[in-house]
């Protein structure tokens, strides 16, 4: 789905400040579906390089929820969540000791620990990197 790939975008380069190069390949790669036309544009805007520029960023968790109300994507792709309630679904770290092992998680061993812990500062960090680029 469209939105999902671009959430993928947004992360790789806004929050993990991958470039967006590396993203284009790697669904070129990758997606059955890939379309040569539509991934450059979406990854180009992710970078903050194509012609038509989006000035937002999808936030992954709000944009996981947001898509995802109810976690039945997250529960049929992630089965090792499969049992948490909604609350968790989205962000399974935000569960306590006692949670993850009612729902026998071990962070770390059956679902990865968070790659970036502090999302707003990777996100602003990002945002000073554009702003700096483009006063250059």
């Known amino acids: 789905n469209n939105f999902m790939r671009h959430v993928v975008s947004c992360f790789l380069v806004a929050y993990l400040r991958i470039n967006w190069v590396e993203g284009l390949h790697w669904f070129s790669d990758t997606l059955l579906d890939f379309d040569v036309a539509i991934s450059s544009m979406m990854w180009q805007n992710a970078g903050m390089s194509g012609l038509d520029q989006w000035n937002f960023v999808l936030h992954p968790v709000n944009s996981s929820v947001t898509c995802d109300p109810q976690g039945e994507f997250v529960r049929k792709w ?12 989205h962000q399974p770290w935000s569960c306590s000791e006692a949670d993850l092992v009612k729902y026998n998680i071990r962070l770390g061993t059956d679902y990865p620990k968070r790659i970036v812990t502090d ?6 960090d990002s945002v000073q990197d554009v702003t700096d680029a483009r006063r250059n």
């Open 78 to 89: 992630i089965p090792e969540l499969a049992e948490l309630p909604i609350e968790f679904i």
């Open 119 to 124: 999302l707003e500062k990777c996100r602003q």
